[in-house]
């Protein structure tokens, strides 16, 4: 191999290096390894359980309704926007670089949203009036995902905290 080929050969190898390093890890779609509802409503009895039994019933159904158990996930990454939708619903579109921004939900709701990616992490965070939902993710070596989802609110009588997992489709 002439110099001039080796040397085009190094070039080659680190700019394909180059960019696979900057490739965000954390993309795709994922589907559900069959984690239960009942983990979602077992969390969700055990972070109302302190209330005052009126409240708690009201307090039970609105957290059902918000905490589906999702089947689908997709997860994009162009290096400046992350997108994660969740089933069929709006996807949410964030700055890569952790700032915020107003997010409405398919039920009206409105939300200030950020998202902070590392390599196979995401940490995306839902801010409302009366509380907070972090949803963090994190890919395993073999591309299973792991969502564990944690919700707090002055209302709640404990934080709201389950997994689920999923695998790469």
Known sequence: MSPLSRIAVLVLAFACADAIAQEPALQGTFVSA???KEAIDKAIDSATAKM??????????????????????????????????????????????????KWTRDD??????????QGAQ???????????????????????LTLAVTITSPQLSAPLTYTLVYRRQ
């Open 122 to 144: 995401l940490q995306q965070t839902f801010q409302a009036e009366d509380g907070q939902r972090v949803n963090e993710f994190s890919l395993a070596p073999d591309g299973a």
């Open 34 to 36: 069959g984690t239960p």
């Open 52 to 101: 005052n039994f009126l409240v708690r019933a009201v307090a039970k159904s609105r957290l059902k309704s918000t905490n589906p158990l999702y089947q689908r996930i997709e997860i994009g990454n162009d290096g400046t926007r992350i997108t994660v939708r969740y089933d069929k619903g709006k996807p949410i579109v964030m700055p890569a670089d952790g700032s915020t921004v």
């Open 108 to 117: 009206g709701e409105q939300f200030d949203v950020s998202a902070h990616a």
